[in-house]
């Protein structure tokens, strides 16, 4: 059964993840341009905290030396600490009139990867960068791969081998492989193309609409788990891009899932409320809450930002 996380309310909740030193959940609110996390038992009734930011985040993780990375929207930004001063990594080359950062997290090298979305959605202009600082290298942003009009459903396998991405507006998830040691994507493949929202679709009418792909992770027997936005669900699919399982959640535009709890069962699902129509809220009066439910398969744990 899922139930909501008391004072989680966002306009566009996204990019969880579960701190495993903290027992904290992260995730962020992006047009509300703030940082959230719980301090509490998950289980009892956690206060939330919040942090506002200049800009709207995009993306995160937690750094192995404490405090986060965080795309904003013309660059990726260190805070040493909760609420600190933010320090510029990289600044990336693209008008932030227009575009600005969105899905990302770390590999398990300690990269910190992020796309790029255009919010007038009238072209194909968004890329996928990794920031690699380790070692005490000066950060260095490399795009790895491009032609996206919304980066959204990054993910690895367990194993490394392989890296999801999706185009949300194309409705689309993609699969590379990928040399993780020497940072290569090679032979980029759909893992699986869905239909498009019919036209004059609405939330209340009769036709049926899956949704569109939104924020993903990965599990511990290496399925895929996607958010599928507008579509009130998460899909799970194996690496060969089977439908393995559906999971109807209580909200209508769920954004990203992940896993966390002590033992990385418990699954957390960011959502959006901004811009709904007023009968679906009413309908689903936990969008823009993270909801949460315990889960028969475990997750992964978090990746750390290294430098």
């Not at 937690?62 to 040493?80: Q, S, T």
């Not at 380790?134 to 009009?149: H, W």
């Not at 439910?293 to 475990?298: C, I, L, Q, Y």
Request: aromatic share 10%; with cysteine; net charge neutral.
């Amino acid at each position: 059964m899922w139930t909501a996380l008391d004072d989680s309310l966002c306009q566009l909740g996204e990019s969880p993840f579960w701190h495993p030193h903290e027992r904290s959940l992260y995730w962020l609110d992006i047009p509300g341009r703030a940082v959230l996390r719980t301090r509490g038992e998950i289980g009892g009734k956690p206060t939330v905290e919040r942090w506002s930011l200049p800009t709207e985040p995009g993306c995160m993780a937690p750094a192995a030396r404490g405090g986060l990375v965080i795309a904003l929207r013309d660059g990726i930004y260190r805070a040493r600490k909760w609420g600190g001063a933010l320090t510029v990594l990289a600044h990336v080359d693209h008008d932030a009139r227009s575009m600005r950062f969105n899905d990302g997290k770390c590999d398990a090298q300690g990269r910190f990867w992020a796309g790029t979305l255009n919010e007038a959605k009238d072209r194909a202009s968004g890329a996928l960068y990794c920031l690699d600082a380790r070692g005490g290298r000066a950060p260095q942003l490399t795009r790895m791969a491009e032609g996206v009009t919304t980066a959204n459903g990054l993910a690895f396998a367990p194993d490394a081998a392989a890296l999801y991405w999706a185009d949300t507006a194309a409705h689309c998830v993609s699969v590379w492989d990928w040399d993780a040691q020497a940072n290569r994507l090679a032979r980029p493949r759909v893992l699986r193309q869905f239909e498009a929202k019919p036209e004059g679709w609405s939330s209340t009418s009769a036709q049926r609409y899956q949704g569109r792909p939104d924020g993903a992770t990965v599990d511990a027997e290496g399925c895929y788990w996607v958010a599928m936005f507008e579509g009130g669900q998460l899909l799970r699919f194996s690496p060969l891009g089977e439908q393995v399982a559906a999971l109807p959640v209580p909200v209508q535009c769920p954004t990203m899932p992940c896993f966390g709890g002590d033992d990385l069962r418990t699954l957390f699902v960011t959502s959006a409320r901004r811009g709904r129509p007023a009968d679906e809220l009413e309908q689903r009066p936990a969008s823009g809450q993270v909801i949460a439910m315990r889960s028969e398969v475990s997750g992964l744990p978090v990746h750390f930002f290294a430098e």
